[in-house]
Protein backbone atom coordinates (compact mmCIF):
# COMPACT_ATOMS: atom_id res chain seq x y z
CA UNK A 1 0.00 0.00 0.00
CA UNK A 2 1.46 3.29 -0.95
CA UNK A 3 0.16 6.47 0.87
CA UNK A 4 2.20 9.28 0.04
CA UNK A 5 1.86 11.31 -3.24
CA UNK A 6 4.02 10.58 -5.82
CA UNK A 7 4.43 13.80 -8.36
CA UNK A 8 6.71 13.76 -11.37
CA UNK A 9 7.98 16.94 -13.65
CA UNK A 10 8.64 16.75 -16.85
CA UNK A 11 9.26 18.55 -20.84
CA UNK A 12 11.76 19.04 -23.23
CA UNK A 13 15.05 19.16 -22.14
CA UNK A 14 15.72 22.70 -21.29
CA UNK A 15 12.21 23.60 -20.10
CA UNK A 16 13.14 24.59 -16.20
CA UNK A 17 11.14 21.45 -14.35
CA UNK A 18 14.68 20.54 -12.71
CA UNK A 19 14.59 24.69 -11.17
CA UNK A 20 10.54 24.10 -10.74
CA UNK A 21 11.04 20.63 -8.47
CA UNK A 22 13.82 22.79 -6.53
CA UNK A 23 11.25 25.28 -5.52
CA UNK A 24 8.39 22.65 -4.72
CA UNK A 25 11.03 21.04 -2.33
CA UNK A 26 11.61 24.35 -0.71
CA UNK A 27 8.04 25.17 -0.03
CA UNK A 28 7.56 21.57 1.41
CA UNK A 29 10.07 22.19 2.98
CA UNK A 30 9.18 25.53 4.32
CA UNK A 31 5.86 23.93 4.79
CA UNK A 32 7.41 20.33 8.00
CA UNK A 33 5.94 18.47 5.18
CA UNK A 34 8.39 15.05 4.68
CA UNK A 35 9.68 14.68 1.12
CA UNK A 36 11.90 13.06 -1.16
CA UNK A 37 13.77 14.43 -4.35
CA UNK A 38 14.71 12.06 -6.94
CA UNK A 39 15.16 11.81 -10.84
CA UNK A 40 15.19 9.37 -13.69
CA UNK A 41 17.01 7.68 -14.87
CA UNK A 42 19.01 7.67 -11.70
CA UNK A 43 18.17 7.80 -7.95
CA UNK A 44 19.78 4.81 -6.20
CA UNK A 45 23.59 3.94 -6.97
CA UNK A 46 22.25 1.39 -9.89
CA UNK A 47 20.19 3.46 -11.42
CA UNK A 48 22.66 6.62 -11.65
CA UNK A 49 25.61 4.07 -13.13
CA UNK A 50 22.62 3.17 -15.80
CA UNK A 51 22.40 6.90 -16.06
CA UNK A 52 25.78 7.43 -17.29
CA UNK A 53 25.89 4.86 -19.55
CA UNK A 54 22.47 6.47 -21.30
CA UNK A 55 23.50 9.55 -21.82
CA UNK A 56 27.59 9.66 -22.28
CA UNK A 57 28.68 10.53 -26.20
CA UNK A 58 31.14 8.05 -25.80
CA UNK A 59 27.44 5.68 -26.82
CA UNK A 60 27.19 6.88 -29.49
CA UNK A 61 26.18 3.36 -31.46
CA UNK A 62 23.76 2.46 -28.50
CA UNK A 63 20.84 1.04 -30.65
CA UNK A 64 17.51 3.08 -29.49
CA UNK A 65 15.87 -0.62 -28.38
CA UNK A 66 18.96 -0.93 -25.54
CA UNK A 67 18.31 2.79 -24.45
CA UNK A 68 14.68 1.76 -23.56
CA UNK A 69 15.57 -1.14 -22.17
CA UNK A 70 18.19 0.63 -20.12
CA UNK A 71 15.63 3.56 -18.99
CA UNK A 72 13.44 0.69 -18.10
CA UNK A 73 15.80 -1.28 -15.92
CA UNK A 74 17.34 2.14 -14.25
CA UNK A 75 12.90 2.45 -13.32
CA UNK A 76 12.58 -0.78 -11.97
CA UNK A 77 15.43 -0.30 -9.82
CA UNK A 78 14.39 3.33 -8.75
CA UNK A 79 11.01 1.91 -7.78
CA UNK A 80 11.49 -0.50 -6.17
CA UNK A 81 14.49 0.63 -3.94
CA UNK A 82 13.57 4.20 -3.57
CA UNK A 83 9.92 5.81 -4.30
CA UNK A 84 8.17 2.54 -3.26
CA UNK A 85 9.60 2.68 0.19
CA UNK A 86 9.13 6.37 0.64
CA UNK A 87 6.10 6.72 -0.14
CA UNK A 88 4.80 3.54 2.08
CA UNK A 89 6.16 5.88 4.84
CA UNK A 90 4.27 8.47 3.66
CA UNK A 91 6.27 11.27 1.80
CA UNK A 92 5.49 13.42 -0.73
CA UNK A 93 8.16 12.34 -3.56
CA UNK A 94 9.16 14.81 -5.96
CA UNK A 95 10.31 13.24 -9.34
CA UNK A 96 12.34 14.45 -11.97
CA UNK A 97 10.54 12.84 -14.94
CA UNK A 98 9.25 9.14 -14.61
CA UNK A 99 7.47 7.52 -17.76
CA UNK A 100 5.77 9.66 -19.57
CA UNK A 101 9.36 10.96 -20.56
CA UNK A 102 9.75 7.22 -21.89
CA UNK A 103 6.54 7.91 -24.47
CA UNK A 104 7.34 11.45 -25.24
CA UNK A 105 10.82 10.67 -26.03
CA UNK A 106 10.93 6.50 -26.81
CA UNK A 107 7.05 6.74 -28.12
CA UNK A 108 6.91 10.11 -30.21
CA UNK A 109 10.56 10.74 -30.14
CA UNK A 110 12.06 7.46 -31.54
CA UNK A 111 8.48 5.84 -32.82
CA UNK A 112 8.35 2.82 -30.66
CA UNK A 113 4.62 1.86 -30.05
CA UNK A 114 3.03 3.67 -27.24
CA UNK A 115 1.18 -0.25 -26.32
CA UNK A 116 4.39 -1.72 -26.32
CA UNK A 117 6.35 1.23 -23.78
CA UNK A 118 3.10 0.77 -21.10
CA UNK A 119 3.21 -3.14 -21.27
CA UNK A 120 7.16 -2.56 -20.47
CA UNK A 121 6.57 0.40 -18.37
CA UNK A 122 4.09 -1.88 -16.05
CA UNK A 123 6.37 -4.46 -15.88
CA UNK A 124 9.08 -2.50 -14.65
CA UNK A 125 6.92 0.14 -12.51
CA UNK A 126 5.15 -2.70 -10.44
CA UNK A 127 1.92 -0.68 -11.20
CA UNK A 128 3.22 2.85 -9.61
CA UNK A 129 1.58 6.31 -11.16
CA UNK A 130 2.34 9.28 -10.42
CA UNK A 131 -0.29 11.00 -8.05
CA UNK A 132 0.26 14.38 -10.15
CA UNK A 133 2.20 15.41 -13.17
CA UNK A 134 3.30 19.17 -13.80
CA UNK A 135 4.29 19.61 -17.58
CA UNK A 136 6.29 22.76 -18.58
CA UNK A 137 5.78 23.11 -22.19
CA UNK A 138 7.95 25.30 -24.31
CA UNK A 139 8.83 26.22 -27.53
CA UNK A 140 12.22 23.88 -29.02
CA UNK A 141 13.38 26.89 -30.43
CA UNK A 142 13.64 28.54 -26.47
CA UNK A 143 14.51 25.38 -25.13
CA UNK A 144 18.21 24.84 -27.52
CA UNK A 145 18.54 28.96 -26.74
CA UNK A 146 18.38 28.17 -23.27
CA UNK A 147 20.87 25.14 -23.26
CA UNK A 148 23.17 26.25 -25.15
CA UNK A 149 23.26 30.00 -22.48
CA UNK A 150 24.17 27.06 -20.22
CA UNK A 151 27.45 26.34 -21.83
CA UNK A 152 27.89 22.61 -20.91
CA UNK A 153 28.39 19.96 -23.29
CA UNK A 154 25.13 18.78 -24.68
CA UNK A 155 24.39 14.74 -23.95
CA UNK A 156 23.94 12.04 -25.68
CA UNK A 157 20.26 12.53 -25.62
CA UNK A 158 20.49 16.58 -25.77
CA UNK A 159 22.50 15.68 -28.86
CA UNK A 160 19.46 14.66 -30.97
CA UNK A 161 18.12 17.43 -33.58
CA UNK A 162 15.26 20.07 -33.31
CA UNK A 163 12.75 17.76 -35.43
CA UNK A 164 13.31 14.72 -32.60
CA UNK A 165 12.69 17.42 -29.75
CA UNK A 166 9.61 19.22 -32.03
CA UNK A 167 8.15 15.51 -31.87
CA UNK A 168 8.92 15.41 -28.54
CA UNK A 169 7.02 18.13 -27.54
CA UNK A 170 4.09 17.14 -29.81
CA UNK A 171 3.85 13.72 -27.93
CA UNK A 172 3.97 15.83 -24.39
CA UNK A 173 1.33 18.01 -25.33
CA UNK A 174 -0.66 14.60 -26.68
CA UNK A 175 0.18 12.87 -23.02
CA UNK A 176 -1.35 15.98 -21.55
CA UNK A 177 -4.73 16.64 -23.29
CA UNK A 178 -5.37 12.58 -22.76
CA UNK A 179 -4.10 12.57 -18.83
CA UNK A 180 -5.74 15.85 -18.27
CA UNK A 181 -6.76 15.31 -14.81
CA UNK A 182 -3.34 14.34 -13.73
CA UNK A 183 -1.17 15.87 -15.76
CA UNK A 184 -1.06 20.49 -15.37
CA UNK A 185 0.18 21.57 -18.53
CA UNK A 186 2.03 24.94 -17.85
CA UNK A 187 3.48 27.27 -20.69
CA UNK A 188 6.98 27.27 -18.88
CA UNK A 189 8.44 31.17 -20.93
CA UNK A 190 6.45 32.07 -17.66
CA UNK A 191 8.66 33.80 -15.17
CA UNK A 192 10.40 31.31 -12.82
CA UNK A 193 8.11 32.90 -9.50
CA UNK A 194 4.60 32.43 -11.61
CA UNK A 195 5.23 28.84 -12.20
CA UNK A 196 6.49 28.10 -8.92
CA UNK A 197 3.44 29.61 -7.18
CA UNK A 198 1.09 27.21 -9.52
CA UNK A 199 2.93 24.29 -8.89
CA UNK A 200 2.69 25.18 -4.88
CA UNK A 201 -0.50 25.59 -5.25
CA UNK A 202 -1.87 22.03 -6.83
CA UNK A 203 0.64 20.89 -4.68
CA UNK A 204 -0.86 22.36 -1.33
CA UNK A 205 -4.55 21.29 -2.53
CA UNK A 206 -3.04 17.49 -3.04
CA UNK A 207 -1.32 17.32 0.31
CA UNK A 208 -4.30 18.74 1.98
P1 LIG B 1 17.38 14.98 -17.62
O1 LIG B 1 18.42 15.69 -18.44
O2 LIG B 1 16.08 15.70 -17.52
O3 LIG B 1 17.89 14.50 -16.30
O4 LIG B 1 16.99 13.64 -18.43
C1 LIG B 1 17.94 12.89 -19.07
C2 LIG B 1 17.57 12.64 -20.51
O5 LIG B 1 16.91 11.38 -20.63
C3 LIG B 1 16.64 13.66 -21.15
O6 LIG B 1 17.17 13.99 -22.43
C4 LIG B 1 15.34 12.92 -21.33
C5 LIG B 1 15.76 11.50 -21.46
N1 LIG B 1 14.79 10.47 -21.04
C6 LIG B 1 14.26 9.60 -21.98
O7 LIG B 1 14.54 9.73 -23.18
N2 LIG B 1 13.40 8.61 -21.55
C7 LIG B 1 13.08 8.43 -20.24
O8 LIG B 1 12.31 7.52 -19.90
C8 LIG B 1 13.65 9.34 -19.26
C9 LIG B 1 13.32 9.17 -17.82
C10 LIG B 1 14.50 10.34 -19.70
Do not use: W
Not at 50 to 78: F, G, P, T, W
Not at 172 to 179: G, N, T, W
Amino acid sequence: MTQGAFITFEGIDGCGKSTQLAKAADYLASRGIEYMVTREPGGTAISEKIRDIILSNKNSEMKNSCELLLYLAARAQHVSEKILPALEEGKVVLCDRFHDATLAYQGFGRGYPLDTLNNLNAFAVSGLEPTQTFLFDITVDIAFDRLQKTGSTADRLESNSRAFFQKVREGYLSLASSHSSRITLLPAEKSIEELAQKVQEDISDLIN
